[in-house]
């Protein structure tokens, strides 16, 4: 069996350093910055700095700022944060050049933004941008579809409106 890297509650985490794309390094090399395992934001900073990280080209980083707070935050948020967490992460499959994996996960991004509802007056939590991001990755998903190559500007989708 593989020896792998464990936090002190026995879960795996691998430490080996990370390129801007959350690609694994050698041991030793120099990486970007990690996320930490235990991050546990407000929602307006965690969108603050998601978005940053996005718009710095970190979208794995992003989507590491998104997954902690779908996995920290409130029950009936779960789905919202999942589906922006998606959407990173079909960003980084196509940074990294894997159309398939991109997706997969922008569709998944897709249905559950849908299925996540405003509230009685059309409003989202936290201003984010429910109909943008679902906009943006169909725009994605269909040069995806077309074999269009995706400038890197178009890969920073806009969290809140």
Do not use: C
């Not at 041991?27 to 910055?33: D, E, L, W």
């Not at 998601?50 to 992003?62: E, H, M, R, S, V």
């Not at 079909?90 to 569709?107: C, D, K, M, S, Y």
């Amino acid at each position: 069996m593989v020896d792998r890297d464990r936090d002190d509650a026995g879960r795996a985490r691998n430490s080996r350093p990370r390129d801007r794309l959350g690609r694994p390094l050698p041991p030793g090399s120099a990486g970007v910055a990690r996320i930490p395992d235990d991050l546990d934001l407000p929602p307006q900073q965690t969108l603050t700095f998601a978005q940053q990280l996005l718009d710095d080209g970190l979208a794995f980083n992003a989507h590491e700022v998104l997954e902690a707070a779908w996995k920290n935050g409130p029950f009936a948020e779960r789905m919202l944060w999942q589906a922006l967490a998606q959407l990173a992460v079909g960003v980084t499959h196509i940074q990294r050049g894997n159309p398939t994996g991109a997706r997969t996960l922008l569709t998944r991004a897709v249905t559950r933004l849908r299925t996540f509802q405003p509230d009685a007056d059309g409003d989202m939590p936290y201003g984010i941008d429910r109909t943008g991001l679902i906009a943006h990755a169909e725009t994605l998903l269909a040069a995806l579809d077309a074999e269009t190559p995706i400038p890197a500007a178009e890969l920073t989708p806009r969290l809140r409106g």
